[in-house]
């Protein structure tokens, strides 16, 4: 049926806060409007539901190679199928330019691999890991054509990801050309290394070691730098996963200075902290993401950070790996870094729970307001990586991707229930309230309380605009 009513909900957007009705047609937001009365309609009731825009995650690693045949373990069809579970109706993937390749080469790969498999909207950061001058004429094309208008670089991981700061600022003044954004893992790597080599010698190889390996003033020193370095090529520049105080403080800088520097965090850094890293044995490798966890301090700098816009995006950083290898084999688990915590496959599972937890710790917690956390959830990722108003907002002409929500029901987050492949979750066991109870895509719906009524490959490429020249 193309035309779908959802009665008498609360319509809550990063503005807005009413009750009403709201039409989908032809997977579109058709109209809004008090006792709206559609004949052939399918009718959904919303009383006592919040009626809010389907989650964008702008950073998510599914199906993902690390090197050495490592590979995260969601495909593109568990990952997006968990996303839809916890209320996200689109996500940003990310399309890595392996050495000496195409950037358009790494984004065709991408693309077919994601097409058919796909259960809700997607679309792709180009990761460029070989910047040269070829790569960098592929830029205008990939950001006017390709529907690719954001590039991440890494400042982390020398001789794999990571380039140096004369390619960061040559991409930086490419990518402004063309209002795109540059997205940076900003960390200093080479220090980082010199200390990872320093603990291995020192026969330091248990999990706790990767985070008092990569400490919070190297994230602060790299922040502080690439944000320098696209002050100097005057570019946009968006800080991914940002979890330390120091890193957060160059940002808040800058903005006071009217630099268009960005960042987001993501749930672990602000409901966990590095005492997990205390945990006996390996077990303690299931929080090895990168960056780690951080202090206490941290958490709360993030946290204000949200509530005063310093920080504008809440992204999980989905990049899931098994704990154990029976599950999806020992290349998709943590245990290649059983004897050496370099070895740990970085990256931790999340995308499932982004809203639940950002709705009960932020919104339940009064941290947040309710229109902040759509802002944080979807309005602000469809605006930062040219998406809005097609996605990321309840307005008419919009595309009908809207959750159902129950801001009342309390529930358990856990990996006996998620939708993931991997085999745990960081938050096992913690009660939320406030549960997502249907989710459309397009009008459809995907996701129908316990039920999954979407299918693989219903998801569709989203080509971007280039938002970069008007944030
Ligand atoms: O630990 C993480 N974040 N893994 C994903 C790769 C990266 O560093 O972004
Ligand atoms: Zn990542």
């Given at each position: 049926m193309d035309k779908?009513?959802?009665?008498g909900g609360r319509i809550v957007t990063a503005v807005d806060d009413y009750v009403a009705d709201v039409l989908f047609d032809n997977g579109k937001i058709e109209a809004i409007g008090r006792e709206l009365n559609v004949e052939d309609a399918e009718i959904h009731d919303a009383a006592d539901l919040l009626v809010m825009p389907g989650g964008i995650d702008a950073h998510v690693h599914m199906e993902t190679p690390m090197g050495n045949g490592i590979e995260t373990c969601d495909s593109f069809e568990s990952g997006t199928r968990s996303a839809?579970?916890?209320?996200?109706?689109?996500?940003?993937?990310f399309a890595q330019q392996f050495k000496g390749?195409?950037?358009?080469?790494?984004?065709?790969?991408?693309?077919?691999?994601?097409?058919?498999?796909?259960?809700?909207?997607?679309?792709f950061h180009s990761i460029l890991t070989d910047v040269n001058p070829a790569v960098l004429s592929e830029l205008p094309d990939l950001v006017n054509r390709d529907g690719v208008s954001s590039f991440k670089l890494y400042m982390a991981y020398p001789d794999v990801l990571m380039v140096d700061d004369a390619d960061i600022y040559r991409t930086m003044r490419k990518v402004g050309d063309h209002g795109g954004m540059v997205n940076l893992h900003a960390e200093n790597g080479i220090v980082i290394q010199a200390?990872?080599?320093?603990?291995?010698?020192?026969?330091?190889?248990?999990?706790?070691?990767?985070?008092?390996?990569?400490?919070?003033?190297?994230?602060?020193?790299a922040t502080h730098r690439v944000i320098r370095i696209a002050e100097l090529a005057e570019v946009p520049v968006y800080i991914v996963h940002l979890s330390a105080k120091e890193a957060l403080e160059a940002v808040v800088e800058a903005r006071d200075r009217g630099i268009p520097a960005f960042a987001e965090t993501c749930p672990h850094y602000l409901f966990l902290d590095n005492s997990e890293y205390d945990r006996p044995g390996f077990d303690a490798a299931k929080y090895v993401m990168t960056p780690p966890l951080?202090?206490?301090?941290?958490?709360?700098?993030?946290?204000?950070?949200?509530?005063?816009?310093?920080?504008?995006?809440?992204?999980?950083?989905?990049?899931?790996?098994?704990?154990?290898?029976?599950?999806?084999?020992?290349?998709k688990s943590k245990q290649p870094g059983r004897d050496d915590f370099s070895k740990i496959p970085n990256g931790a599972p999340g995308v499932e729970f982004r809203l639940p937890l950002l709705f009960d710790g932020g919104v339940g917690g009064g941290r947040i307001n309710i229109n902040r956390f759509v802002q944080l959830m979807a309005t602000a990722p469809a605006k930062m990586f040219g998406l809005?108003?097609?996605?990321?907002?309840?307005?008419?002409?919009?595309?009908?991707d809207v959750i159902l929500f129950d801001p009342n029901e309390t529930h358990t987050l856990t990996a006996r229930t998620h939708h993931s492949n991997v085999d745990y979750s960081l938050f096992e066991g913690?009660?939320?309230?406030?549960?997502?109870?249907?989710?459309?895509?397009?009008?459809?719906?995907?996701?129908?309380?316990?039920?999954?009524?979407?299918?693989?490959?219903m998801g569709r490429y989203l080509p971007r605009s280039a938002s970069g020249r008007i944030l």
């Open positions: 779908v009513l959802i009665k839809a579970f916890g209320g996200t109706t689109t996500i940003i993937d390749e195409s950037a358009k080469l790494a984004l065709d790969r991408r693309l077919a691999s994601a097409e058919p498999q796909c259960c809700i909207d997607y679309g200390l990872i080599e320093e603990a291995l010698a020192a026969g330091n190889t248990s999990p706790k070691f990767h985070q008092l390996t990569r400490p919070q003033l190297m994230e602060g020193e951080r202090d206490r301090e941290c958490q709360q700098a993030l946290w204000r950070g949200l509530r005063f816009d310093d920080l504008q995006i809440v992204s999980t950083d989905h990049c899931p790996f098994c704990f154990n290898e029976k599950a999806h084999g020992l290349l809005f108003p097609q996605k990321g907002t309840i307005a008419v002409g919009s595309d009908a913690r009660r939320v309230t406030g549960k997502v109870q249907k989710v459309f895509l397009r009008g459809t719906l995907i996701v129908d309380g316990d039920n999954w009524r979407g299918k693989a490959g």
